[in-house]
């Protein structure tokens, strides 16, 4: 039995925490810590939590004795590191959300804390269990494609997704939330890269990108300022406040009504007064937000064996999707992480042939989750694993320490300086 506190409430930590829940005999939550009145009744609320196991900040919790195994720390990225490092003083073991720091100072703090304390740094790269990465990872390992030749990943962040998230939302600006869009939306894939490269090190990375689209100049003719308020092309626009979030109300309710998701009250009259308050970064036409994170971008890296990997970013898709191509001396592999499914090939000599190919469903392999169910079942599978390393397993093949999560962030920080600075990074 491990037992854990959740240092910011919000809705990252508060689903690994529900592990709790499903296997009770496994987790036990004894705590909370964050400044929200409302998360913290919500957090005592679902896990039975007395008022003396609620605390009002992480500082809160810091300074009294250790009071449990592990912290599940799901704060906004600018507080990972700062709030990190003292949990590891006091003796915790800490899951921490990714990005796990917001720059390459705070990584090299945090690594020292934990070379020093000696204390477990997990990282939630929850695509690292997903049954489809897995796979993908096991043939690898396998040598089922030969010596990996190039990395081909890319992630199309979809136009209701771009907007809720980036455009008009937390991470619409770098120097407010600490993270670019391609470490706040990308460092998985980064990370991916790495995990398939197995320790070989990145050597360089150029990169470029940048936001050109979702700009003043490129707002529709006769737009107006706020979509419910002002705007007469309002009904024809798919950026439409209304068509995104009224229209589909079970659309990032997270992100786009906390306050009423704390409230209770989620009735389309509430919902629409929000957006009809110009104060609402949610009322604002999104081309004329002040929003400063790129809208695409692509990364190019070479690892220390000539391996070399491509990752492409764009923002404002119709569909979304990941992307995977793995292409190796003696095979490839190929898939959509979306349709749960992907391609392996070879050469075929035989006379009328040319390439010999298999396509793997993951539901044939028992994983009917998909892409769905937090992010894959990525979300579940970690936050067990969490667990199971906290109480002396083994790490499992998709455990990712901090040591092994080093090298895909500083692939992110480096290829953002790349693309600021127009020039190829050095590791
Ligand atoms: N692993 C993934 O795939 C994934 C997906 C989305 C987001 N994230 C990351 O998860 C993190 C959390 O995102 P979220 O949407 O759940 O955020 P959130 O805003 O819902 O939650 C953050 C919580 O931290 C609390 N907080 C603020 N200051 C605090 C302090 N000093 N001590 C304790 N708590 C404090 C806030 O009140 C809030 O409840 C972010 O870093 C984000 O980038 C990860």
Redesign the pocket.
């Given at each position: 039995m491990v037992t854990a506190i959740i240092?910011?409430?919000?809705?990252?930590?508060m689903g690994y925490a529900n592990y709790a829940l499903e296997h009770p005999e496994k987790l036990r939550i004894v705590g909370v810590?964050?400044?929200?009145p409302e998360?913290r009744a919500m957090a005592a609320e679902r896990f039975g939590l007395t008022p003396e196991q609620c605390f009002a900040?992480?500082?809160e919790l810091t300074a009294l004795p250790k009071q449990a195994d592990a912290i599940i720390n799901?704060?906004?990225?600018r507080?990972?590191v700062p709030?990190t490092i003292p949990l590891l003083e006091r003796g915790y073991d800490v899951l921490l959300?990714?990005?796990f720091a917001i720059s390459i100072e705070e990584v090299k703090a945090l690594e020292a804390a934990a070379a020093r304390t000696g204390r477990k740094v997990m990282i939630?790269?929850?695509l690292r269990y997903a049954p489809f990465y897995v796979e993908l990872k096991r043939r690898v390992l396998a040598g089922e494609i030969g010596k990996l030749v190039t990395l081909e990943t890319a992630e199309h962040v979809s136009y209701h997704h771009y907007s809720t998230a980036f455009a008009r939302g937390?991470?619409h600006r770098e120097d407010q939330c600490g993270?670019s869009f391609l470490m706040?939306k990308c460092c998985?894939d980064l990370d991916l890269l790495t995990w398939y490269m197995s320790g070989v090190a990145p050597v360089r990375v150029a990169s470029f990108g940048g936001l050109h689209y979702f700009t003043r100049e490129n707002a529709p003719a006769d737009s107006g300022e706020h979509c419910l308020l002002d705007c007469p092309i309002e009904e024809k626009c798919p950026y439409s406040v209304r068509q995104l979030y009224l229209n589909h109300p079970d659309r990032w309710v997270?992100?786009v009504w906390?306050e009423l998701e704390e409230s209770g009250d989620l009735s389309i009259e509430a919902k629409t007064a929000r957006l009809k308050d110009p104060a609402n970064p949610y009322s604002r036409c999104i081309w004329k937000m002040d929003n400063n994170v790129a809208d695409r971008q692509s990364v190019v890296v070479e690892f220390a064996d000539g391996t070399v990997a491509t990752h492409n970013l764009v923002g404002g898709t119709s569909r979304p999707m990941r992307k995977i191509h793995l292409l190796g001396t003696e095979g490839e592999l190929e898939g959509v992480f979306d349709d749960n499914e992907f391609t392996i090939r070879h050469i075929d000599t035989r006379p009328g042939h040319e390439t010999r190919e298999e396509r793997i469903n993951l539901a044939d392999l028992g994983d009917t989750t998909g892409a769905f169910g937090g992010?894959g079942g990525g979300d579940g599978n970690l936050a067990a694993d969490f667990v199971s390393l906290v109480d002396g397993g083994a790490p499992s093949i998709s455990c990712t320490m901090l040591s092994d999560s080093i090298n895909g962030h500083l692939i992110g920080f480096y290829a953002d300086r790349a693309m600021r600075e127009h020039r190829v990074i050095e590791f």
């Open positions: 240092v910011g409430a919000g809705h990252r930590a810590a964050d400044p929200s998360r900040s992480a500082d799901g704060t906004m990225d507080q990972h709030t959300e990714k990005p939630c790269h929850v937390k991470w993270s706040s998985h997270f992100y906390p992010h």
